[in-house]
């Protein structure tokens, strides 16, 4: 029985379970008994999915959910995000719009941030005046990300980054954003003409290339947006599920006379595993608002 869960401890879907949604929380047993399970209310759940997928591959099956609008952990986390960024930044920004100076140690650190953010990423990315338009947004997607990656350093919850529907939907925003913006300042038909760039040839050769520029262009347009959303994921996820082989390995040793070196070696790697992440999660709400900064300032200026 022992070895049976030591190595159902390293089995990849006991592993990824950890780190892919679900409509329930683990705890502790001792929180939560018998099996240390805390079942989310499901007041939208349907009983039979509007979409379903089954490909036989557990990765992939595990990872695109099926559609019945059910509440699960990542929702909760999500939610509690955005609560926790409303409450910080609400009364922060209404002060800073009357004039008003920040007062404590916290404003004053929430307002560097924001600066910081805004004059070393917004502006440079988007250029011009046009940029401060764009500030709220970006800072909102950048502080919603980190607050997402930094609810999975908590034991037991996760992070709603490690999801693609979560990544997928960022992804998507930012790609309904630089097209929306794109059309609203160059028209449909400057946005269209975006895709082809100038090029000083004679026309029997520009015509043939501007027919494959443009869907080249096109094409990498939303292979860009994809990519956005896939380098979230898999640095989210792949830490996580690194995390989670670490700490198993005490499982699997459990009945091994090499358990009172693994277990010690396991925590030490875990935690120093742990503050790589803490710095990953920081980076890649970074690397993504930058990122998005930047498409959105390429679809302003194409050329």
């Not at 079942?39 to 695109?64: C, R, S, V, W, Y």
């Not at 004059?119 to 990315?125: E, I, L, Q």
């Not at 760039?197 to 994809?226: C, N, R, W």
């Not at 790589?276 to 920081?282: Q, S």
């Amino acid at each position: 029985m022992a070895e049976h869960e030591a190595h159902h401890s390293l089995h990849p879907n006991h592993l990824f379970g950890h780190v892919q949604d679900s409509d329930k929380i683990e705890v502790p047993r001792k929180l939560a008994p018998p099996d240390g399970h805390i079942k989310l209310p499901q007041p939208f759940k349907l009983e039979k999915p509007l979409i379903e997928m089954h490909t036989g591959n557990a990765l992939i099956d595990n990872t695109i959910l099926p559609l019945e609008f059910k509440f699960t952990k990542y929702m909760a986390i999500e939610l509690v995000a955005a609560i926790i960024i409303a409450a910080l930044f609400i009364g922060l920004g209404q002060a800073l719009k009357g004039g008003a100076i920040p007062r404590g140690k916290l404003r004053n650190m929430l307002e560097a941030i924001l600066f910081y953010f805004r004059d070393t990423v917004v502006r440079p990315a988007i250029g011009g005046h046009e940029a401060d338009k764009y500030v709220p947004f970006l800072w909102t997607v950048f502080l919603f990300i980190l607050a997402c990656n930094l609810f999975g350093m908590i034991p037991w919850l996760g992070s709603p980054t490690a999801s693609l529907a979560v990544t997928g939907a960022m992804a998507f925003i930012i790609f309904v954003t630089v097209i929306g913006s794109s059309i609203k300042k160059l028209g449909t038909a400057g946005f269209v003409k975006s895709f082809v760039p100038h090029m000083d040839l004679p026309p029997a050769i520009k015509i043939p290339m501007t027919f494959l520029m443009f869907p080249i262009e096109v094409l990498g347009l939303l292979i860009k947006h994809s990519v956005l959303a896939v380098r979230l994921l898999a640095n989210m996820m792949g830490g996580h599920v690194v995390l989670a082989v670490l700490v198993a390995f005490i499982s699997a040793s459990a009945t091994s006379a090499w358990w009172y070196a693994v277990a010690p070696t396991s925590v030490l790697g875990a935690t120093a595993l742990s503050m790589l992440e803490l710095l990953v999660a920081f980076l890649q709400a970074y690397i993504f608002t930058f990122l998005a900064a930047l498409f959105i300032g390429t679809a302003l200026h194409p050329h």
